[in-house]
């Protein structure tokens, strides 16, 4: 239960925050940049801890664990730095790559939800080839630290936060059906008895 809490948490303030950075584009780089670096950051230890509770029903899962330790390295980074060490396009080139790690990262773990019948893993899949478009456009365009970086980096982080929250349903269904089937097979088991 803790881990759909963090994911739907992550989730939610990753949305609010991609949703500042269209909006306030211009707005102090510094702040939104330390602001992103303590989402990373933990978005990181949740991914960690979501990887290791999700590798007992989802093969792919442990992928995952990269991911996390990736976020956590990264949000550091934009936590402890003074953003005078970050000179020119380094902040573009940092949320560029994180944008398209996450979307590679979703588009592997779609496959793993694949595997696990979840009806719903091409959603998943779209985001995470989105998350790569959109790293590699703000790459391309690392030197402009401006208005259009931040919008995409901005749709970047909703369509990670948007998937978080598919993350969450599939999870819920899968451990329902799992459920069911268990239930039945309790059921079997008692009518063998009884016979």
Same mark, same amino acid.
């Given at each position: 239960?803790?881990?759909?809490?963090?994911?739907?948490?992550?989730?939610?303030?990753?949305?609010?925050?991609?949703?500042?950075? /269209?909006?306030?584009?211009?707005?102090?780089?510094?702040?939104?940049?330390?602001?992103?670096?303590?989402?990373?950051?933990?978005?990181?230890?949740?991914?960690?801890?979501?990887?290791?509770?999700? %590798?007992?029903?989802?093969?792919?899962?442990?992928?995952s664990t990269l991911l996390g330790v990736f976020q956590i390295m990264l949000g550091s980074l934009f936590v402890l730095s003074h953003f005078d060490l970050l000179k020119d396009n380094a902040i573009g080139v940092l949320f560029g790559t994180w944008v398209m790690y996450e979307g590679l990262s979703l588009v592997v773990s779609s496959f793993g939800y694949k595997k696990a019948t979840f009806k719903h893993w091409w959603v998943m899949l779209l985001f995470g080839l989105l998350n790569v478009v959109l790293g590699y456009v703000a790459l391309l365009n690392a030197d402009a630290i401006g208005t259009a970086l931040a919008v995409i980096v901005g749709l970047g982080i909703v369509c990670n936060g948007v998937m978080r929250i598919?993350?969450?349903?599939?999870?819920?269904?899968?451990?329902?059906? /799992?459920? %069911? %089937?268990?239930?039945? /097979?309790q059921e079997m088991l008692g009518e063998k008895e009884e016979a």
């Open positions: 239960m803790k881990v759909k809490v963090n994911l739907i948490l992550t989730a939610v303030i990753m949305i609010a925050v991609g949703v500042l950075f /269209v909006i306030y584009p211009k707005a102090s780089l510094g702040t939104l940049t330390w602001l992103l670096g303590v989402l990373i950051l933990a978005s990181g230890c949740f991914t960690i801890l979501f990887s290791l509770k999700a %590798q007992k029903i989802l093969p792919n899962a442990s992928s598919v993350a969450f349903i599939a999870i819920a269904r899968i451990e329902k059906r /799992v459920k %069911q %089937q268990a239930e039945a /097979v």
